[in-house]
């Protein structure tokens, strides 16, 4: 191949691959001296509990890729090269995805297809959920959640697998709570005010979604000083190759939380349709929209008219909490 960089959508050995970019030839996720390597298999993960792909519902910032770390078998943990993975942003180092596809003619070594490059979201870079692996045993599983930097190739083939039942999964607000590393959330969040040059591609999203966690951030820790526990919901639909994360549940008064970077009219009415959907599954007594600043009057009447409560943050304090309850 010579030194030239591999092409989006066209198909290499791991052995061309590698005559590029160095590195090794057998792991999912290789380390390479500018970039990280990520090989994705959508027919040999399921295997091993995995539901690697793009997800088939991109939210408000775009498409996202989901990605599952490296360990098959035991809890996985932010050690290792899935560190590599974490940090490749202060490492200079960006996300090269890779998915298999078929084999080289005439024989078996497997074929990839170069999809792009990538980078962690920078609001919720990884979740972490008790799944089973290969064999039925319950562990932590981390996925990566994986946004494109550029243009990117897409195949139907590439998203997720539907998901066989329906699932609401409690999630703590910050990773390192299920016993991982403690560089998570928090650490990749800070990234985004370090003066770090990014693509222009990811400027707008890289803003919205910095206003968005510190408003999240701010909120929980205003929940916990009450005596509150703040956690977020997984939700998996039977059939949709696709897992949606709330913002914020507070699982002592059960209110369902959507909150947004603005009180603009396009961002509160995107809140509502996402807490709808939602709620069809967490069953939570209460929905809420929560925002950095209080909405107009007409803003507020429509949160409202949908049966939902308003949260604004006001003179370092949050308006509408406590949220009125509905009966049981």
């Known amino acids: 191949m010579g030194d030239e960089a591999i092409a989006l959508g066209q198909k290499y050995t791991r052995q061309e691959v590698r005559a590029v970019y160095g590195g090794g030839l057998f792991t999912g996720i290789v380390l390479c001296k500018d970039c990280v390597l990520i090989y994705a298999d959508l027919e040999e993960g399921p295997k091993h509990g995995y539901r690697d792909g793009w997800s088939a519902d ?114 703590d607000l910050r990773p390192d709570e299920h016993g991982v590393e403690a560089t998570t959330v928090e650490a990749v969040e800070l990234e985004s005010n370090s003066g770090e040059p990014i693509t222009r591609e990811s400027v707008a999203r890289t803003d919205m979604q ?22 977020r919901k997984r939700i998996t639909i039977e059939g949709v190759p696709a897992s949606f994360l709330t913002d914020v549940h507070d699982e002592t008064d059960n209110v ?54 308003v949260v604004y943050e006001e003179n370092g304090t949050f308006v509408g909490w406590p949220v009125e309850l509905d009966a049981e």
């Not at 098959?72 to 596809?101: C, F, M, P």
């Open 58 to 171: 991109a939210d408000e910032f775009g498409p996202v890729f989901e990605y599952s770390a490296e360990g098959k078998t035991g809890n996985q943990g932010l050690s290792g090269i899935n560190k590599r993975v974490l940090r490749h942003r202060e490492q200079h180092r960006v996300l090269r995805v890779l998915i298999a596809d078929g084999t080289v003619p005439g024989g078996d070594a497997k074929l990839h297809r170069y999809i792009g490059e990538f980078e962690l979201d920078r609001m919720k870079p990884y979740t972490v959920v008790q799944a089973p692996d290969g064999e039925g045993t319950i562990r932590d599983l981390i996925t990566f959640r994986l946004r494109p930097l550029g243009e990117t190739y897409q195949a139907g083939i590439d998203f997720m697998r539907p998901a066989i039942e329906t699932t609401v999964i409690t999630l």
């Open 210 to 231: 910095r206003r968005e966690a510190e408003l999240i951030d701010r909120y929980t820790a205003f929940l916990k000083a009450n005596g509150h526990v703040a956690k």
């Open 256 to 309: 369902l939380y959507e909150a947004k970077s603005r009180a603009s009219r396009d961002l509160i009415r995107l809140a509502i349709g996402q807490l709808h959907d939602y709620q069809r599954n967490v069953r939570a007594r209460r929905t809420a929209v929560l925002l950095p600043e209080a909405p107009i009057e007409d803003l507020r009447e429509l949160i409202e008219s949908q049966g939902m409560a």
